[in-house]
């Protein structure tokens, strides 16, 4: 085969590796970030190592005034519901920057932790393991735990 090619002349398969977004699709920017221990219809060539995303929030005066007046009906108080979904999504976004950074097109076992700080701070981190992938071949069999 030639070192140059780029499809198996057998499977043809590409060989050239690819990075995989969030949806699974080939060629997207970003690594795909999965919560399970696995990529279903993947294979692990690589495992890379722990990766994290970190950040810390608070919400200004007139939000925490708002929030507070809330407390007094009862409900969903909606500037921290908010505050919670910002940091979230700014912490995954840090993570999937760190994973590709170290070459890696997905992070398997993705989770969050936070925690309270000066009692007016959050912190939210992401973290999980980055490892490169590629499509499993159809005669892959997988295991089961029992």
């Known amino acids: 085969?030639?070192?140059?090619?780029?499809?198996?002349?057998?499977?043809?398969?590409s060989l050239k590796q690819?990075?995989?977004?969030?949806?699974?699709?080939?060629?997207?920017?970003?690594?795909?970030?999965?919560?399970?221990?696995?990529?279903?219809?993947?294979?692990?060539?690589k495992?890379?190592?722990?990766?994290?995303?970190?950040?810390?929030?608070?919400?200004?005066l007139g939000g925490n005034i708002v929030?507070?007046?809330?407390?007094?009906?009862g409900g969903e108080i909606r500037e921290y519901t908010e505050l919670a979904q910002q940091a979230r999504?700014?912490?995954?976004?840090?993570l999937a920057e760190h994973a590709k950074s170290l070459g890696a097109n997905a992070v398997l076992?993705?989770?969050?932790?936070?925690?309270?700080?000066?009692?007016?701070m959050s912190e939210i981190i992401a973290f999980g393991t980055a490892v490169v992938v590629s499509p499993a071949s159809g005669d892959q069999q997988l295991v089961k735990l029992s």
């Open 67 to 73: 929030a507070g007046l809330r407390t007094i009906a």
């Open 109 to 120: 076992s993705v989770m969050f932790d936070s925690t309270e700080m000066a009692g007016s």
């Open 18 to 45: 690819q990075m995989m977004g969030p949806s699974g699709t080939v060629g997207a920017s970003q690594p795909m970030l999965l919560p399970a221990h696995y990529a279903a219809g993947y294979k692990v060539d």
């Open 1 to 13: 085969m030639d070192d140059g090619a780029a499809f198996c002349p057998y499977c043809g398969n």
């Open 89 to 94: 999504q700014e912490s995954l976004d840090r």
């Open 47 to 60: 495992v890379i190592g722990m990766v994290y995303g970190i950040t810390v929030r608070s919400r200004g």
